[in-house]
């Protein structure tokens, strides 16, 4: 079968039933199905323990996943295997997409590092964490280094500015460095709760606050709903080796920064950036902003993904193929 996408022409209320199955092993090739097929919105095929990890809907260990790709009879039909890696039938070329992105997220690591240690020593920063596609080394060329970032309550719009210029810094060296979500203390537990956002908590690499990552994410228990073998595998990561001079630096900043008049600044800074937000051609439901979220997701992404996952679905419903 030869993967295209044409426009959707029916709405399904819930994704997860598409696929229909009679028994357990079924539903672990159901499972697997459409986990291949999401992450062939973003031409990444999988290994076995990736297709294990990301398994969505359905909890299950890596020996049973393993054996429905080796002997499920309605799987086979539609996956083929190469060089390491499962995708759809027909859209082999993306072994390829994928080894020639790795290869580019390689070189980009360590400036992803770099940066995101530089931005864990600011003043008012928790924790700062890798997020979008460099998190699962599938950049292209010329791609953005996503960051999110944990603030200290009260103090987000000021955090966000010294960040800022720590990203004009970045950009003199040709780095586009993008920290497109920041979230206060306050807020841990997401209020969008879909496939979409519990893929993009999963794969996030914490590079600093890691008790404050785990924390995140025992606070949000429904992504367990899409992802539940994600819950013995979030990412392990070491914690950044904090120069003690910037340190008391950064300490020392915090003190000033609590000045009372710099509750007006975070205000002002907080209206004044909305409302140039709010301007912007390319505003989408998914960016929204206010004291405790900065959620920078413009061009309706995340819309478009899951759009595009349902139009895979129902192709390789129509054709049969499961």
């Known amino acids: 079968m030869s993967l295209q996408i044409i426009p959707n022409t029916s709405q399904k209320d819930d994704i997860f039933s598409v696929i229909e199955s009679d028994d357990g092993f079924a539903a672990i090739e159901r499972a697997i199905a459409q986990t291949i097929i999401y992450s062939d919105v973003f031409d990444y095929p999988l290994t076995v323990r990736e297709i294990h990890r990301y398994l969505i809907g359905e909890r299950a260990s890596l020996e049973t996943v393993g054996q429905a790709l080796v002997a499920g009879p309605r799987i086979n039909k539609l996956l083929t295997y190469?060089?390491?890696?499962?995708?759809?039938?027909?859209?082999?070329?993306?072994?390829?997409?994928?080894?020639?992105?790795?290869?580019?997220?390689?070189?980009?690591?360590?400036?992803?590092?770099?940066?995101?240690?530089?931005?864990?020593?600011?003043?008012?920063?928790?924790?700062?964490?890798v997020t979008g596609a460099l998190a699962m080394d599938n950049t292209d060329r010329n791609a953005d280094m996503d960051f999110m970032i944990v603030t200290e309550p009260g103090r987000l719009w000021v955090c966000r500015a010294l960040v800022i210029m720590l990203v004009r810094w970045a950009a003199l060296h040709s780095d586009t460095v993008c920290p497109n979500l920041f979230v206060s203390e306050n807020a841990l537990v997401y209020q969008q709760q879909d496939l979409y956002t519990a893929h993009e908590m999963a794969q996030m690499i914490p590079i600093a606050g890691l008790d404050l990552y785990r924390h995140m994410m025992a606070l949000n228990p429904w992504m367990l709903d899409y992802l539940p073998n994600t819950q013995d595998t979030y990412a392990a990561q070491m914690e950044p080796q904090f120069n003690p001079v910037m340190s008391r630096l950064g300490n020392t900043a915090e003190k000033f920064l609590r000045a009372s008049w710099i509750d007006q600044l975070e205000r002002w800074e907080m209206s004044r950036k909305i409302h140039k937000f709010s301007r912007a051609t390319n505003w989408s439901s998914e960016a929204?902003?206010?004291?405790?979220?900065?959620?920078?997701?413009?061009?309706?992404?995340?819309?478009?993904?899951?759009?595009?996952?349902?139009?895979?679905?129902?192709?390789?419903?129509?054709?049969?193929?499961i």
């Open 82 to 129: 190469q060089q390491g890696y499962f995708s759809l039938r027909g859209r082999e070329q993306i072994v390829a997409t994928r080894q020639r992105r790795a290869s580019i997220a390689a070189k980009l690591w360590p400036k992803a590092l770099y940066y995101g240690k530089l931005i864990a020593l600011l003043p008012f920063t928790r924790m700062v964490a």
């Open 288 to 321: 929204y902003f206010n004291s405790d979220w900065c959620r920078g997701y413009f061009n309706a992404h995340e819309e478009q993904t899951l759009q595009a996952y349902s139009e895979r679905i129902n192709i390789i419903e129509a054709a049969g193929s």
